[in-house]
């Protein structure tokens, strides 16, 4: 399962990162509750996989910079920004090049630290928060003179924040992310799943309802959506052939409830998306009723991906079935 869950978590950490550069909410949503559930299994991080968590937990809160109210770090009143900001030194502790990239970055973030406060009027906390920040090293005096002046004017409008703003701060996380994304371009899921298509001679992506063409010499064209395919094909294997997996593990549910939400996937084509959209339409059944409330009774209420698998159901997703029981629930 260890071995099984890293492989997940770099794949979890690629889907991150590229939704993370495209601007995809709800699919870095989707990705970021994987990444949180394999990182939260994480007894002791692997020596090697050290990069890519605290890369996948720097995203998920530079993506929430702004939202002051939402507390990382258990028993801390810190903000996101203020908890990215420590993973962002873990990471440069990993590495030995960008300096110039690392320190746009890190000045990027203590300085929306401070105006993210600016900007919701939380002057006081500004000011608190400043103090956190810098120490008394020299290379910081300036910035730190600077953004208490503004707080001290009480003006989040200067040119010094406009110019230091949110979006160019996102702008070197997008530039980071390429280089990283460079060096891990093709991790274990993508490679394997890339010989076990060949090896079945395409046959596989009937899934996709379309042959993918792939260039033995040069794997590096395939596109997103043959990579995300190819992924998906060899983990669906791995889950329902390797008997190494345990079926009553919560790793292995966790796993069958990624595959079942990237089946709807918006990029796997408009075919999928039609179907889908079909899946919405369908009324359920009287036995499919039963079904739901027999999977209940006995895996009980919350375990969806379970009773979706084990029961008889016609085309529904394990979001379909907690719907539905929401909806019988308000009936009974």
């Given amino acids: 399962e260890a071995v099984a869950a890293g492989w997940m978590l770099e794949f979890a950490c690629s889907c991150l990162c590229r939704h993370f550069g495209e601007g995809g909410g709800a699919?870095?949503?989707?990705?970021?509750?994987?990444?949180?559930?394999?990182?939260n299994d994480f007894s002791e991080i692997p020596t090697h996989q050290k990069k890519t968590v605290y890369l996948c937990q720097?995203?998920?809160?530079?993506?929430?910079?702004?939202?002051?109210?939402?507390?990382?770090?258990?028993?801390?009143?810190?903000?996101?920004?203020?908890?990215?900001?420590?993973f962002w030194?873990?990471?440069?502790?990993?590495?030995?090049?960008?300096?110039?990239?690392?320190?746009?970055?890190?000045?990027?973030?203590?300085?929306?630290?401070?105006?993210?406060?600016?900007?919701?009027?939380?002057?006081?906390?500004?000011?608190?928060?400043?103090e956190r920040l810098f120490t008394d090293c020299e290379s910081d005096k300036s910035l730190r003179m600077k953004l208490a002046t503004i707080i001290k004017n009480k003006d989040p409008y200067v040119p010094l924040l406009q110019s230091f703003n949110y979006s160019l701060l996102i702008s070197k996380i997008k530039s980071y992310i390429e280089l990283f994304m460079k060096e891990n371009e093709m991790n274990f899921l993508i490679q394997e799943a890339t010989k076990h298509v060949e090896s079945k001679g395409l046959g596989a992506t009937a899934w996709q309802n379309k042959?993918?063409?792939?260039?033995?010499?040069?794997?590096?064209?395939?596109?997103?959506?043959?990579?995300?395919?190819?992924?998906i094909i060899l983990l669906r294997d791995v889950l329902m052939q390797n008997c190494c997996l345990n079926v009553d593990s919560s790793l292995y549910w966790m796993y069958i409830n990624c595959l079942l939400g990237l089946n709807n996937l918006?990029?796997?084509?408009?075919?999928?998306?039609?179907?889908?959209?079909?899946?919405?339409?369908?009324r359920w059944t009287y036995e499919e009723d039963l079904e739901l409330k027999s999977g209940v009774r006995k895996f009980g209420v919350?375990?969806?991906?379970?009773?979706?698998?084990?029961?008889?159901?016609?085309?529904?997703?394990?979001?379909?079935?907690?719907?539905?029981?929401?909806?019988?629930?308000?009936?009974?």
């Fill in 27 to 39: 699919e870095f949503r989707r990705w970021r509750d994987v990444a949180q559930a394999l990182t």
């Fill in 58 to 86: 720097l995203l998920i809160r530079i993506a929430k910079g702004k939202s002051l109210e939402l507390q990382f770090e258990n028993g801390q009143r810190i903000s996101p920004l203020e908890s990215a900001l420590s």
């Fill in 89 to 130: 030194t873990l990471l440069e502790r990993e590495e030995t090049k960008l300096e110039k990239l690392h320190e746009d970055i890190r000045r990027l973030i203590q300085i929306q630290i401070v105006a993210v406060h600016m900007e919701n009027t939380y002057f006081k906390e500004a000011a608190e928060v400043l």
């Fill in 211 to 231: 042959f993918v063409n792939i260039n033995k010499n040069d794997k590096s064209n395939l596109d997103t959506k043959q990579r995300l395919v190819l992924s």
């Fill in 266 to 282: 918006e990029n796997m084509g408009k075919q999928q998306v039609a179907l889908a959209c079909g899946r919405r339409r369908q």
């Fill in 302 to 332: 919350g375990n969806w991906a379970k009773i979706l698998v084990h029961g008889n159901f016609n085309n529904r997703t394990s979001v379909m079935l907690k719907d539905r029981w929401r909806t019988l629930h308000r009936i009974d």
